[in-house]
């Protein structure tokens, strides 16, 4: 039993890694053989006895001619020509990379069992001396093939007795082990991971009816194993030979976390640098999803600008509409006080005249007597007399066109003081459509904004890169989005959703993870991370000078802002602050801290029992509590840099918010977290204390980079709980979320190899698809029936 021999063998067999020693032996496996290859004492023994015996059809296995026999040296014959198959197949396979597979089994009339298969056209069959020997012509005449090409035979007959697992009918469950592979020669055919003693991935063979052992080049393109290796890839960038890894998960029985153990156990942390000058996979594999995202987002992008065009017109007719409202109301307002001043002079000039008319009639002025013998004096009172009745004529008619001109300008000035209240009235109509409009057109904008956050993807990573001390520099931000690095004169870039150069202010830095800051407030799970070196300016970043207030100060001062607009709802905030220091917990804002906290979990949420919420209302309210935390944080010092945090910390705000006329409730939590350093234990020289923590560091920084691997392909398992940090962040990046990455880097020439990897680290997570996020609210009635 030649097969389940080798692979329990295998199963203990010590893993033996020699990277690149693999490939000189001609094992194109490399570091970890390929289980198959790892023979069983018993397969030493038969290699030693056919040794023995040049002639090929000594090695045949004899059927006997009796009947009852048959069967059972037949099933034995099959699985010792499996396992010269399996042996020949990988050491073809490690020679070139066309492996033949037209498997046909011919029984010569001397009642010797070949197994035969078609190579480039011609027919070969398995010689154990000389592997595969072309397939003498004059055996066409001395034999039959007992399953050729054309021909069915029952497979019951073929399958090796006690190997269940090779019988005829593919009765597997349709589940991840079951998948398929295009295999020259045989076109599509089933394949499905075997869970016998270890893993085995075989296919289903239907000429044969049998479910043979799928070679290594080929297994390495189905799903199941795919997976896995995009997954050590991811965690482990320094691994550029696929090979290898489908190799090395075969002897880790195909888990992920053991290989990349292993790896890191004998090659340590170097192949967490990328291979240089090597074409990432991924970028390939991504590379048409990224294109039709992108194509997909740049007409998001112009649509929304569309409507912020639209919706800028609407506010420039609604302002224009409400000048031109103002103007005619300021108009209307000064005729009417001209129609009341034209009033008064009307009424004032009646006055006059009634009262010359009635001074006229009721004193009558006193007549001087004539006297008859003046003539001269009484042609002068006639002309005086007739000069008064002119003046009185003249008088009557000027006050009586006064009074029609006031009449007519009084009409007039009521139609315009009509036309003007109409006009005012239509502009109010106006104004308030144009309102409903910029309303809907809001609403419609905020819609295609968030289809626009969800199709960018609900994890952002902006990369921010400090300014030299030294002046010497390796980075160049070649534009918003993109940053190279410069070596040896070559060039790598690395594409992010935003890059900011030394000279960004803070208050820039901020406006990138701005959107997403509203999302917690209608309860969403936001987080915002830093990632770097130690000393490349998370902390500045996150939290920044007092003059300068990092992300922290304000995102939740935009998130105080943002709650106080909205009227209807009201809001409840809980701030709680920790930090992860050599895998435990510390409640920052505990005033007895009593020990390590422990994470518990029940179903998607992840909780801390015991961890200090503080209510807050204000700004002030905030920030007191987060300086009490930040006095009790631990702050080491390094050799890099003097004040070196050297735990993570997590701030979290939880923002409940009730709406008081729907009734609704929604939980959102803003959670802020600067990560520790990376950094090279070499180059800090830490001992002691400092090697412990920067162990630890190191290891949580690495289970987070293989929970972003395994999110980025989609992997069943994500390896949350592989630490501390990782299990807390769970919420924030489990697909329910929205999220923002700093990865800020140094341009110091010393800092590249921690520079390329952070990019590395940046760009790759840059792929991840969170999903889309969930808003957790709960609808009135469900909220009252939870109190
Ligand atoms: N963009 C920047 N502009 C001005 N000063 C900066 C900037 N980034 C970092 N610094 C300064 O560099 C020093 C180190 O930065 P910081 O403490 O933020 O690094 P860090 O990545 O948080 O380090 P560690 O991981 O060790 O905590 C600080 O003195 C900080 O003020």
Request: hydrophobic share 35%; glycine share 6%.
């Amino acid at each position: 039993m030649g097969s389940a021999a080798s692979v329990e063998d295998a199963k203990h067999a010590e893993v033996e890694v020699s990277r690149g020693a693999g490939r000189d032996t001609g094992a194109d496996d490399g570091a970890f053989q390929d289980v198959q290859s790892l023979s069983s004492p018993n397969v030493e023994e038969e290699k030693e006895e056919a040794a023995q015996d040049e002639d090929p059809t000594s090695h045949a296995i004899e059927i006997s001619s009796s009947d009852e026999s048959n069967t059972e040296v037949l099933d034995e014959a099959v699985e010792e020509i499996e396992t010269m198959f399996k042996k020949t197949m990988n050491e073809t396979a490690t020679e070139s990379d066309e492996v033949p597979l037209a498997f046909e089994s011919f029984i010569h009339n001397n009642g010797t069992l070949y197994s035969c298969f078609s190579e480039q056209g011609k027919r070969v069959y398995v010689n154990e001396t000389n592997g595969l020997v072309p397939f003498p012509n004059e055996w066409y005449s001395e034999g039959r093939f007992i399953n050729p090409t054309n021909e069915q035979v029952p497979s019951q007959s073929l399958a090796p007795s006690g190997s269940q697992h090779m019988y005829a009918e593919p009765a597997v469950t349709e589940d991840d082990r079951a998948g398929a592979v295009f295999i020259q020669g045989k076109g599509m055919v089933m394949t499905y991971m075997f869970e016998e003693k270890a893993n085995m991935c075989r296919y289903f063979d239907p000429q044969s009816g049998l479910w043979l052992l799928l070679p290594l080049q080929w297994e390495m393109n189905i799903e199941f194993v795919r997976t896995r290796i995009q997954q050590v890839m991811g965690a482990l960038p320094g691994l550029g030979d696929q090979k290898e890894i489908t190799a090395a998960l075969r002897q880790c029985n195909y888990d992920p976390d053991e290989v990349v153990s292993a790896y890191l156990t004998i090659f340590g942390d170097g192949l967490f640098q990328p291979v240089e000058g090597e074409q990432n996979y991924r970028e390939l594999d991504s590379f048409q999803s990224h294109l039709e995202k992108d194509r997909a987002i740049e007409e998001l992008k112009e649509k929304l600008l569309s409507k912020e065009r639209e919706v800028d017109g609407l506010f420039q007719r609604n302002n224009y509409l409400t000048r031109e409202s103002h103007y005619l109301s300021d108009v209307v307002q000064h005729l009417n006080r001209k129609v009341a001043e034209l009033e008064a002079d009307q009424q004032e000039a009646r006055e006059k005249i009634r009262a010359l008319l009635t001074r006229r009639s009721t004193a009558p002025p006193a007549r001087p007597e004539p006297k008859p013998s003046d003539p001269g004096r009484l042609r002068a009172i006639s002309l005086l007399t007739r000069g008064l009745n002119v003046a009185h004529k003249q008088l009557s008619s000027t006050v009586g066109q006064w009074l029609d001109d006031m009449r007519n300008q009084l009409r007039e000035l009521a139609e315009a003081v009509q036309r003007a209240g109409q006009a005012e009235q239509a502009s109010g109509r106006e104004a308030e459509e144009l309102r409903a409009l910029y309303r809907k057109e809001a609403v419609e904008r905020k819609a295609l904004y968030n289809r626009l956050l969800e199709l960018q993807g609900n994890i952002r990573v902006f990369c921010r890169c400090r300014a030299s001390p030294a002046g010497s520099t390796c980075l160049e931000v070649a534009s918003e989005e993109e940053v190279a690095v410069s070596q040896k004169g070559t060039r790598r870039k690395f594409l992010f959703d935003k890059v900011y150069s030394s000279s960004a202010s803070q208050e820039k830095v901020f406006e990138g993870t701005l959107p997403i800051i509203a999302s917690c407030a209608d309860g969403y799970n936001i987080c915002i991370l830093a990632y770097g070196q130690t000393g490349s300016g998370k902390t500045y970043t996150m939290m920044g000078p007092r003059d300068k207030p990092g992300v922290n100060i304000r995102s939740i001062r935009e998130l105080l802002r943002i709650c106080k607009e909205r009227e209807n709802i009201t809001y409840a905030m809980k701030i709680s602050m920790l930090e992860i220091y050599n895998d435990s917990i510390n409640d920052l804002l505990s005033k007895n801290p009593t020990g390590h906290l422990e994470i518990r979990t029940q179903g998607k949420s992840v909780t801390v029992p015991g961890l200090t919420h503080i209510g807050v209302k204000t700004e002030a309210d905030i920030l007191s509590v987060m300086e009490l935390g930040e006095k009790n944080r631990k702050i080491a010092s390094t050799k890099m840099n003097i004040e070196s945090s050297r735990s993570h910390l997590i701030l979290t705000l939880r923002v409940e918010g009730m709406d008081t006329v729907s009734g609704v409730t929604s939980h959102g939590t803003l959670t802020l977290c600067d990560l520790a350093g990376s950094e090279r234990i070499s180059k800090t020289e830490a001992t002691g204390l400092r090697l412990l923590e920067a162990a630890s560091i190191n290891k949580s920084l690495t289970a987070l980079g293989q929970v972003f691997s395994a999110l980025k392909c989609n992997a069943l398992h994500v390896p949350f709980r592989n630490s501390k940090l990782t299990h807390l962040l769970q919420p924030c990046l489990s697909g329910d979320a929205k999220a923002c990455v700093f990865v800020n880097v140094s341009p110091d020439t010393k800092n590249m190899a921690e520079t390329l990897s952070t990019l590395q680290f940046g760009s790759s997570i840059r792929q991840v698809v969170l999903g889309k996020a969930t808003q957790h609210v709960t609808p009135a009635q469900t909220a009252k029936a939870d109190k």
